[in-house]
């Protein structure tokens, strides 16, 4: 049944009032549940707050970012919505990592266009449950508020090395740490372009990162590639190897890559790429760029 123009107008008015009251109360950026409360202040029954919430997203006065997440669009918010509180609104837990720490901490002068943060969870997209991925880099994105929020899956055991930042007056977010951020470089360097690329990225930020930290939490992270890289790296770096004895001495049976993404020409001799194995780190020097 269609409304006549005064229950238009008057729905409208409802709908206004009730995203004041969100806004005032949690910012621009809220949760059904959320709604929730507000509505049973304002007096309206569940199946009202849904038709107000239906009418504001047709008006553009909200956007459904996914089912029960909602962040505002209309002028009655005035203020910058950070891409981080979206972030967060989409998945839970997570944190902010990767290129997008990178760039809060300094690390880097680059201004990432996408947003990139880790969780546990597994991720499945709005556009990969109609088969139809965004996925322009290999990875599926995320598209809420006309960005692209790229979600890092990590294992539940790995997941840790984060801070919370205001990103508003309701909200704050997690952020990985500098530390956490520099080991992310390389365990994950596919993601910044390679493992020279990282290396880059490192050196630059390595007087902001807390080397003992750094060191502890390339062993927390207890995997042997990882770990004898970051030693290797960090030597290159001017690191002393009294630092990074922990790093040395974990255990690990065969040599491993310095560039794992060069496996099939390492293990050809007539390549161009160096060969040369450092019995001291167990890397496999496949790189002529060091």
Same mark, same amino acid.
């Given at each position: 049944?269609?409304?006549?123009?005064?229950?238009?107008?008057?729905?409208?008015?409802?709908?206004?009032?009730?995203?004041?009251?969100? *806004?005032?109360?949690?910012?621009? #950026?809220?949760?059904?549940?959320?709604?929730?409360?507000?509505? @049973?202040? +304002?007096?309206?029954?569940? &199946?009202?707050?849904?038709?107000?919430? @239906? &009418?504001?997203?047709?008006?553009?006065?909200?956007? *459904?970012?996914?089912?029960?997440?909602?962040?505002?669009?209309?002028?009655?918010?005035?203020?910058?919505?950070?891409?981080?509180?979206?972030?967060?609104?989409?998945?839970?837990?997570?944190?902010?990592?990767?290129? @997008?720490?990178? &760039?809060?901490?300094?690390?880097?002068?680059?201004? %990432?266009?996408?947003?990139?943060?880790?969780? %546990?969870?597994?991720?499945?997209?709005?556009?990969?449950?109609?088969?139809?991925?965004?996925?322009?880099?290999?990875? /599926?994105?995320?598209?809420?508020?006309?960005?692209?929020?790229?979600?890092?899956?990590?294992? =539940?055991?790995?997941?840790?090395?984060? !801070?919370?930042?205001?990103?508003?007056?309701?909200? +704050?977010?997690? #952020?990985?740490?500098?530390? =956490?951020? /520099?080991?992310?470089? *390389?365990?994950? %360097?596919?993601?910044?372009?390679?493992? &020279?690329?990282?290396?880059?990225?490192?050196?630059?930020?390595?007087?902001?990162? !807390?080397?003992?930290?750094?060191?502890?939490?390339?062993?927390?992270?207890?995997?042997?590639?990882?770990?004898?890289?970051?030693?290797?790296?960090?030597?290159?770096?001017?690191?002393?190897?009294?630092?990074?004895? %922990?790093?040395?001495?974990?255990?690990?049976?065969?040599?491993?890559?310095?560039?794992?993404?060069?496996?099939?020409?390492?293990? =050809?001799?007539?390549?161009?790429?160096?060969?040369?194995?450092? !019995?001291?780190?167990?890397?496999?020097? !496949?790189?002529?760029?060091?």
């Amino acid at each position: 049944m269609l409304m006549n123009q005064p229950d238009v107008l008057y729905s409208q008015t409802q709908g206004i009032k009730l995203l004041e009251a969100a *806004i005032q109360a949690f910012g621009p #950026v809220f949760s059904l549940e959320q709604l929730k409360q507000i509505a @049973s202040d +304002q007096g309206l029954s569940i &199946s009202h707050l849904r038709v107000l919430i @239906s &009418s504001l997203a047709a008006a553009g006065w909200i956007e *459904i970012i996914k089912r029960g997440r909602y962040v505002v669009k209309s002028p009655i918010f005035t203020g910058e919505i950070l891409p981080f509180a979206i972030a967060a609104a989409l998945i839970q837990p997570m944190a902010i990592s990767h290129w @997008s720490a990178c &760039s809060q901490h300094g690390f880097t002068t680059q201004n %990432p266009t996408m947003i990139q943060a880790s969780t %546990p969870k597994n991720i499945v997209t709005p556009e990969m449950r109609t088969g139809k991925a965004n996925s322009p880099r290999g990875r /599926a994105i995320w598209l809420a508020n006309n960005l692209q929020f790229e979600f890092i899956h990590v294992q =539940r055991q790995r997941f840790w090395g984060f !801070n919370k930042i205001w990103v508003n007056s309701w909200q +704050q977010v997690n #952020v990985t740490d500098p530390e =956490r951020t /520099a080991l992310d470089l *390389i365990a994950r %360097p596919d993601i910044f372009g390679g493992i &020279s690329a990282a290396f880059e990225i490192l050196e630059s930020a390595l007087n902001q990162i !807390n080397l003992t930290t750094l060191i502890e939490y390339t062993i927390r992270y207890d995997m042997g590639s990882i770990i004898k890289r970051m030693g290797w790296i960090l030597e290159k770096l001017g690191v002393d190897r009294d630092a990074l004895e %922990p790093l040395r001495a974990y255990p690990v049976s065969n040599y491993i890559l310095l560039d794992s993404t060069l496996q099939s020409q390492s293990i =050809r001799p007539k390549q161009a790429i160096s060969l040369n194995k450092n !019995n001291y780190w167990k890397i496999i020097e !496949n790189l002529k760029d060091f």
